[in-house]
């Protein structure tokens, strides 16, 4: 996974603090892909997370998609003790590919549609909540979420929708694939920088960094 | 606990609502979901839910919703992977799908389930998925039907036949381009076209019946002369089907067409070529029986003659008999040479001074008021056959060029010779491929005469055919003949404005020396001959010739009895004369067995009705020599000395 942070915010992050947050999204994208392979009954690959600091300007940076690519998206919210949202991302004929494996049925056609789209919702629901229960759970974080939202929209798109202007906020990735049905998707969760401080000292106080 | 009398809303919006504590006992049951479970709120509050739905004890259900009670995030149930969570049926007795959404209500500490009816945007969308695939198929299959309707229009299109739809009345639709091509039709010229009045039809013949025959539905096969635009026709193989639409009635006609004029004329050459077999057949039969018959003839006047010298006014009408017999014995020749039997005596010679002898020679044979032209290429062309033949073969050209322009001012002859040329040529290369392989020279005798009428041009070559008042009818047989058994290839041109014009194609062999016969002269004295022959007209006459010429004679009357008689005393004969097909043991057999007690005795065949491989083999052997029955009995005798003294 190419690196999508190069602001000079990357260096607010120490060293300890980024493995840190690195093994927290592991642990969380781990549990997640433990659950979808149970789901669909094939081996799941995951690529380490990598965490970075970023603002709007360096959604670009997220290759390999095209800025106005349009992606299959399960999104939702949480607030609390830190404040962020989670987003699945497929390319669409993943998105088919995964739905097909799943159901069964057949649609070569490049929009989902109100049914398929559901269970792109509960699949993103599932390993979201793999990634956040997991996170919550190790941080003993109270968090409230909003219902799991399931849409088409491009990557420009999905970065808006998480920075207010130009801020910086925190960006931790990580890539999973499931090789036999060349199915490939992105996990991407964002925290706010209001939350960031809190979301640290939670790091600190639950993992004794 | 009924908290359902704290949100009122709650029953007034269309999506199922229930919520459960943390012992997951119902406390909230909206009226949707009364509505769409038959049960009753009362019924439901304070139930628990899996008490209340025990398949949702599965740990795909039960896990999820725990996450929920322990204040996890909302978990979704889609309709495509569970259909529904909560059985609600439907009228038609199958349950509604539903999309649940489950989430946790710190504020109240509930698990808030939210339950959404998707059956009719389910039935909508498979509805919509189905018309689609239909469509789809639908599409699919309209562009492979265009897919192959294109591909079929383009193979009717190029294809070799042509290929012509007609309304029932024969008005033409479609024609494709081998059609246009055939006829020199346009396209649009054939639109107002009815092809059975007017291309099929010939002043003899209508199409009437055939159109009925289709009528019924049959398909009709056959020949018919197709009309072009130019006004000529060829021959072409015809099949017209029927189309019938779905009620069975008849809307057009598909008609197949092939031109088979080349396949017409190959027909035409091949049972013109039997029809000369057979006559060859026939005449060769004949003249053979003839000849014989003749030379006993000539061998009883020659004696008969000797016998009345003191009779003057007999003996003259015995040299009478004799010159007359003589005539007869040529016209055998010319039968024998048509049927490519007679005796050929090949010698190499080059055509060119060969032709321009002829060319004098046939200055000499017309009326002064012909004038004869010539043309010749450089080059010697050098030939093999035989010279008195081909020379006769072309005399007999010459004569018939000379008759038929008997009535004109200008008559002309032109005598060419050329080396086969492939362009100027072609014709007569596409009619014959032969004339591909080998060299060729290629004699042309043009007459600009009143030409062959088209009606006989045909028979010309027929033996007996004839159209002069006294013609034998063998001359241009005989030309046939001759040019057939030199390997070569004959072709007439002709038109009343244009004259005649006999192409001759004869095969040139490599260039080496001509080689001319030498003359020797005779010297007589008598030899002891073994004479052997089946037919006893010839036999003895043959006999008293020889012994009248000093010649000791022994008779044979057959190859065996002719070996028996040689093998007695072998070193005794000098020569010996056998006829060449005899019953029992042939001529030729005979004297291969007669060779090997004595390979230097020389060998006269003498036979009116040899075979060409026979003929071939006789070449072979030395000092051997075949002779055509009648023969003059002064040359007979020179050549018995001649071949007696070559041995000597």
């Known amino acids: 996974m190419t690196s999508a942070a190069h602001s000079s915010s ?92 799943l159901t069964g049925e057949m649609d070569d056609s490049p929009e989902l549609d109100e049914l398929r789209a559901g269970t792109l919702a509960e699949v993103g629901n599932i390993l979201l909540n793999g990634v956040m229960g997991s996170i919550a759970n190790m941080l003993n974080a109270a968090l409230s979420y909003t219902v799991p939202e399931y849409m088409e929209c491009s990557l420009l798109n999905i970065f808006r929708k998480n920075h207010t202007g130009n801020d910086t906020i925190m960006l931790a990735r990580t890539t999973f694939a499931i090789n036999e049905l060349k199915v490939e998707g992105n996990i991407l969760l964002f925290f706010k920088v209001a939350s960031f401080e809190q979301l640290l000292i939670s790091i600190d106080r639950e993992l004794a960094i | 606990m009924n908290i359902s009398d704290q949100f009122p809303l709650l029953d007034h919006i269309p999506t199922g609502i229930l919520a459960i504590n ?288 003191d009779m003057p006014k007999t003996a003259d009408r015995m040299k009478k008999i004799q010159a007359i017999t003589q005539e007869a014995a040529e016209i055998v020749k010319q039968l024998l040479t048509f049927a490519r039997q007679g005796e050929m005596h090949s010698n190499e010679f080059p055509l060119a001074s060969f032709v321009k002898e002829f060319a004098k020679l046939a200055r000499h044979s017309v009326p002064e008021n012909i004038n004869i032209r010539c043309d010749f290429e450089s080059g010697l062309f050098p030939f093999r056959g035989d010279p008195n033949q081909l020379q006769q073969a072309l005399l007999n050209i010459i004569q018939n060029a000379s008759e038929a322009l008997r009535d004109s001012n200008d008559g002309e002859i032109k005598i060419g010779l050329f080396a086969l040329n492939p362009e100027t040529d072609a014709v007569h290369i596409r009619k014959h491929p032969v004339l591909r392989h080998g060299n060729f020279a290629h004699l042309c005798i043009h007459d600009n005469g009143r030409g062959i009428p088209e009606a006989i041009r045909e028979r010309i070559f027929d033996p007996f055919f004839s159209t002069k008042q006294l013609g034998s009818g063998l001359g241009l047989a005989m030309v046939m003949g001759c040019i057939r058994h030199h390997q070569g290839i004959i072709d007439v041109e002709s038109s009343t404005a244009n004259g005649t014009t006999f192409h001759l194609f004869l095969p040139t062999i490599p260039q080496k020396h001509a080689s001319s016969p030498a003359h020797e002269s005779a010297e007589h004295a008598g030899v002891t001959i073994l004479l052997v022959d089946d037919d006893d007209r010839v036999l003895e006459p043959t006999m008293e010739l020889l012994e009248a010429m000093q010649h000791q004679v022994t008779l044979a009357r057959n190859g065996s009895e002719a070996c028996e008689v040689f093998a007695s005393k072998p070193e005794a004969w000098d020569i010996v004369i056998t006829d060449m097909v005899m019953p029992q043991m042939n001529g030729l057999e005979a004297s291969r067995r007669m060779r090997k007690l004595r390979p230097d005795i020389p060998v006269i065949y003498a036979t009116g009705y040899d075979q060409s491989l026979v003929i071939e083999d006789t070449r072979k052997m030395e000092n051997t020599i075949l002779i055509s029955k009648p023969f003059n009995p002064e040359e007979l005798d020179q050549l018995i000395m001649k071949m007696v003294r070559r041995k000597k």
């Open chain 1, 10 to 101: 990357t260096r607010q992050l120490n060293v300890l603090q980024k493995d840190a947050i690195t093994e927290l999204m592991n642990i969380g994208v781990g549990h997640a892909a433990s659950t979808l392979h149970t789901l669909i009954g094939h081996k799941i690959e995951l690529v380490v997370p990598e965490v970075s600091l970023i603002t709007l300007d360096d959604y670009h940076q997220l290759q390999p998609y095209e800025a106005d690519e349009l992606l299959s998206t399960i999104w939702m919210g949480f607030r609390g003790g830190f404040e962020g949202n989670t987003s699945l991302i497929f390319p669409t004929d993943s998105a088919n590919t995964l739905i097909t494996a």
């Open chain 2, 22 to 309: 943390g012992d997951a006992e119902v406390v909230l049951w909206n009226r949707m979901l009364e509505h769409w479970t038959d049960r009753t709120r009362e019924e439901m509050v304070g139930k628990g839910l899996f008490d209340a739905y025990p398949e949702l004890e599965a740990p795909a259900f039960r896990l999820r919703i725990e996450q929920v009670l322990n204040g996890g995030p909302p978990v979704i149930f889609s309709p495509q992977l569970h259909h529904h969570l909560i059985p609600c049926p439907l009228p038609d007795g199958s349950l509604r799908s539903q999309l649940v959404t489950i989430s946790w209500l710190a504020s109240h500490k509930l698990a808030l389930f939210s339950i959404q009816d998707l059956s009719e945007q389910h039935r909508l969308i498979e509805k919509y998925r189905f018309a689609t695939t239909e469509l789809e198929e639908e599409l699919r299959h309209s562009q492979l039907l265009e897919r192959e309707k294109d591909l079929l229009a383009a193979a009717i299109d190029q294809a070799g036949e042509a290929v012509i739809i007609t309304d029932p009345t024969g008005t033409i639709e479609y024609t494709n381009r081998a059609f246009l091509n055939q006829t020199g039709w346009g396209p649009d010229e054939l639109k107002t076209i009815a092809i059975y009045d007017t291309l099929f039809a010939t002043p003899e013949t209508s199409f009437t019946h055939e159109l009925d025959i289709l009528g019924s539905g049959e398909i009709w096969q056959g020949r018919q002369n197709i009309m072009c635009k130019d006004g000529h026709s060829f021959t072409a193989s015809i099949t017209i089907a029927p189309i019938f639409n779905d009620q069975q009635k008849l809307t057009h006609h598909v008609i197949i067409q092939e031109d088979i004029s080349r396949q017409v004329a190959m027909e035409e050459k091949f049972r013109h070529t039997q029809k000369q077999e057979a006559l060859i057949t026939l005449v060769g039969g004949i003249a053979h029986d003839f000849n014989n018959l003749l030379a006993g003839l000539v061998g009883q006047t020659y004696l008969a003659t000797r016998e009345v010298r």
